[in-house]
């Protein structure tokens, strides 16, 4: 397992580890036990909402950009834990690997669920931007059809002929 995914779960005053004179037990007075309260997602939450969610005062907001400030390095390299083996991934594993590639292709065409892929999320990360569901999908359809009109035109360059 992913050392950085285990940061994910870890109780919040081992981010004191980090930094010797981090005043955590504070926080887990309020009800912020794991490192997993602080995030949505692969995401820091907002101060503003970790304050209406464990009634923080101002004050900790010095506290909050410096665990932030601790989290983020690690955060790119933390995955969010899967619940169920996405479908894809059991499409492949059923196949014993035959055409990965093309079965990831006609997963991500035909499946279309209301969360992303392993596949998306990495892209995402290359990237450095997000992209909504909807732009991801609008995007493949797209795709599809411009490789099967790459397709005929080599077919029919390749009986007709022509270059």
């Given at each position: 397992m992913n050392p950085h995914s285990l940061?994910?779960?870890?109780?919040?005053?081992?981010?004191?580890?980090?930094?010797p004179d981090l005043p955590m037990t504070g926080w887990a007075t309020k009800?912020?036990?794991?490192?997993?309260?602080?995030?949505?997602?692969?995401?820091?939450?907002?101060?503003?909402?970790?304050?209406?969610?464990?009634?923080?005062?101002?004050?900790?907001?010095?506290l909050y950009f410096r665990v932030k400030?601790?989290?983020?390095?690690?955060?790119?390299?933390?995955?969010?834990?899967?619940?169920?083996?996405?479908?894809?991934?059991?499409?492949i594993l059923s196949s014993k690997l035959r055409k990965p590639l093309s079965m990831c292709y006609n997963a991500l065409l035909n499946g279309q669920s209301r969360e992303k892929t392993s596949y998306m999320l990495q892209w995402e990360d290359e990237l450095g931007h997000q992209i909504p569901l909807s732009r991801w999908?609008?995007?493949m359809t797209n795709?599809?059809?411009?490789?099967k009109s790459l397709s005929l035109w080599e077919a029919y360059c390749k009986i007709c002929g022509g270059t």
């Open positions: 940061l994910r779960e870890a109780p919040l005053v081992t981010l004191a580890t980090f930094s009800g912020m036990h794991k490192v997993l309260d602080l995030l949505e997602g692969n995401m820091i939450k907002p101060f503003p909402d970790l304050q209406r969610q464990y009634l923080l005062l101002q004050r900790d907001m010095f400030n601790i989290l983020l390095p690690h955060m790119k390299k933390m995955r969010k834990p899967l619940e169920d083996p996405p479908l894809l991934l059991t499409q999908y609008e995007a795709t599809k059809r411009a490789s």
